[in-house]
């Protein structure tokens, strides 16, 4: 089930999905959608990547944070590679 | 023969004006969510503008009004379904509250079995699981073959005396495969089991016939046939329906609430009152008998060949290309309009869902689609998940063209 990832987001204050996509992110340079989605079932991120296995609502809260220029995503081989916009 | 202009059909629907990106948009999506004709959106636009009231309890005119239009709706759906009678139709939010509303209120002897299947909507197999959990019943789970079909002979070994009740996807949301319902249903009877039919995506694409298929219960999501979200409907036969238990109670599911020796005894109701406790969602029924009025207009059958054209033509193109795994029959008849794939140059559905939506403006879904267990029977994870289109009444040739193409533009771009 997809929630929407801004419902507990303000502008200043981040979705849990789209904290979780934060914090995996910064562990590299850039991941796969796959990548993210298999690290969120990791134990070191189960504090915080709690949503459903299917992975659509973490999507939809990293797309959120494309839009808002936190991250940056680009399509290529073997499908998106999604990476934290660096200052 | 009947003649449908289907770009009438098309104009019909406001969102499918929408260009987003300067692109118009393809809508793909609709066995998770259809779209709303004007006829439905007016419909429960006069509602709200000419008699907002409540219905069954108040006497002025706008109560009469919305009595009658509330009462008037549920015999639409009846007539849509071919129930025998208005009373045997229940409004419910959707499938997913149906099918529990049989879950928890259905009398099921200790120590009996429910069957039902590896292909279910979680919504189709939770409510049982809890309630075995709850009350010691066994689950007998029926597995599908890979390409969602099944073989009849698992049904009869699954299916024995100390079976209570099958509940068993009518078609599917992944592989679009409709089962042999008629058939399970007859095993089940003969068996002295009961079936549930979860008609969440046959009843929207299909002509549904409840007393043809002689099932004891069937759930349907009105927001998957062109009606309001936050609709559904609980089909039971009365007999059943009479004797269940309560589901919720409160306010208008009552006839009288005594009061004697400090205590408080309540009378209920006969269905369909009996599970419809409070105010009720007056615009949405209203919405759904104007949703199947829309549909019944067009024909159920007529609208079965034309997604089964698209689909074919989908499937045709969908078969001839390279990296494209689809999940679900060849058999065309046995198919819902709508098809599940994989994509072996991209590591996630979620990808193709993406892609498709950024690039192209073409809706589809992506993910497990609430269906895990037969995911993890192909051995797809949900984090991998398949990409899902489905096709609707109003989608035309250009869709499929369009999705196709966007297709092939991301296979390229990802090899």
């Known amino acids: ?36 989605l298999e690290l969120a079932k990791q134990e070191q991120f189960a504090d915080i990547c709690t949503d459903c296995a299917g992975g659509d609502a973490f999507i939809a809260a990293a797309n959120e944070l494309v839009e808002r220029g936190l991250i940056s995503k680009k399509f290529g081989k073997g499908g998106y590679r999604w990476s934290i916009v660096r200052e | 023969m009947k003649l449908t202009d289907w770009k009438r059909v098309r104009d019909d629907f406001p969102a499918l004006r929408r260009r987003i990106n300067g692109k118009p948009v393809v809508y793909l999506d609709s066995a998770c969510m259809a779209l709303k004709p004007r006829q439905v959106i007016d419909a429960m636009n006069v509602y709200y503008e000419q008699y907002p009231a409540c219905g069954g309890r108040s006497i002025h005119t706008f109560g009469k009004e ?108 992944v592989t679009g495969t409709v089962v042999s319902l008629r058939e399970i249903v007859e095993i089940a009877h003969d068996r002295g089991a009961l079936v549930l039919s979860d008609d969440a995506q046959y009843a929207p694409h299909h002509p549904l016939d409840v007393q043809a298929f002689d099932v004891d219960f069937s759930a349907l999501s009105v927001h998957k046939m062109c009606g309001p979200s936050g609709m559904g409907l609980l089909y039971g036969k009365l007999e059943h329906l009479e004797s269940m238990d309560m589901f919720l109670t409160g306010g208008d599911t009552v006839a009288d609430v005594r009061f004697e020796d400090g205590r408080i005894i309540p009378e209920y109701l006969p269905p369909p009152e009996k599970f419809e406790a409070g105010l009720q969602n007056y615009a949405g029924a209203i919405g759904a008998g104007a949703a199947a009025d829309y549909l019944s207009s067009i024909g159920m059958k007529e609208i079965e060949k034309r997604e089964r054209s698209l689909l074919s033509r989908a499937l045709d193109a969908l078969k001839n290309m390279n990296h494209v795994h689809i999940l679900g029959t060849d058999d065309i008849r046995l198919r819902t309009g709508l098809v599940a794939f994989t994509i072996d140059t991209v590591g996630s559905a979620h990808d193709v ?39 609707y009444l109003y989608n035309n040739e250009h869709d499929v063209d369009t999705f196709l193409e966007a297709l092939r533009a991301l296979i390229e771009a990802s090899s």
């Open chain 1, 1 to 36: 089930m997809v929630r929407p990832s801004g419902a507990a987001a303000t502008m200043s204050n981040l979705s849990r999905n789209a904290e979780c996509v934060l914090r995996i992110l910064k562990t590299a340079d850039s991941l796969t959608t796959s990548e993210i």
């Open chain 2, 66 to 173: 919305v009595s009658e239009a509330y009462a008037l709706a549920r015999e639409k759906m009846a007539r849509f379904i071919n129930a025998s009678r208005a009373e045997e139709c229940i409004w419910t939010r959707n499938a997913t509250e149906a099918i529990n509303i049989v879950a928890r209120s259905l009398k099921i002897p200790k120590g009996s079995k429910i069957v039902t299947t590896s292909l279910e909507h979680h919504s189709g197999s939770l409510p049982f699981v809890e309630r075995a959990h709850r009350d010691g019943l066994r689950i007998e789970v029926v597995e599908a073959r890979p390409d969602g079909t099944f073989d009849i002979e698992d049904w009869k070994a699954a299916i024995d005396s100390t079976t209570s009740l099958v509940s068993v996807v009518h078609s599917s949301n």
């Open chain 2, 353 to 391: 869902a993406t892609f498709l939506n950024d690039e192209y403006a073409v809706m589809v879904r992506s993910g497990a689609h609430c269906a895990n267990p037969f995911h993890y029977q192909r051995g797809i994870p949900p984090s991998k998940g398949t990409a899902r289109a489905s096709f």
